[in-house]
């Protein structure tokens, strides 16, 4: 060892046993755990927030997936029992397209 590291040695150890140094510790962590157990339970409370709106964002989304696939299929119902209105009521709506978009 040398004569530097063991003078760092001795300061660590010194300041440990010193009295002064000990009460600040012991303050700081009380003072650490007070604040950790007002604090936990507001975490706990976000926490369980964000995960109530994860669950109904999820139940909306798949909602909303239902939903899409109903009407996916009404339409192509509508498709198979009428293909000439389907047909007209395509090109009508390519026709308002794109006299919309020449106009834009």
């Known amino acids: 060892m040398t004569m530097e590291t063991t003078r760092s040695e001795a300061a660590v150890g010194g300041a440990a046993r010193d009295p002064i140094v000990e009460r600040a510790a012991s303050s700081a962590h009380q003072a650490v755990d007070k604040v950790a157990a007002k604090v936990n339970p507001a975490v706990e409370r976000a926490r369980a927030v964000a995960q109530n709106s994860a669950d109904t964002l999820h139940a909306k989304l798949d909602d909303l997936s239902s939903v899409r ?3 996916a299929e009404s339409c192509r119902s509508y498709v ?3 293909p000439l ?3 007209g009521v395509a090109v009508l709506a390519g026709f308002l397209l794109s ?3 020449r106009t834009s």
């Open 69 to 71: 696939e109903e009407w």
């Open 80 to 82: 198979r029992e009428r």
């Open 85 to 87: 209105t389907a047909l």
């Open 99 to 101: 006299r919309w978009i």
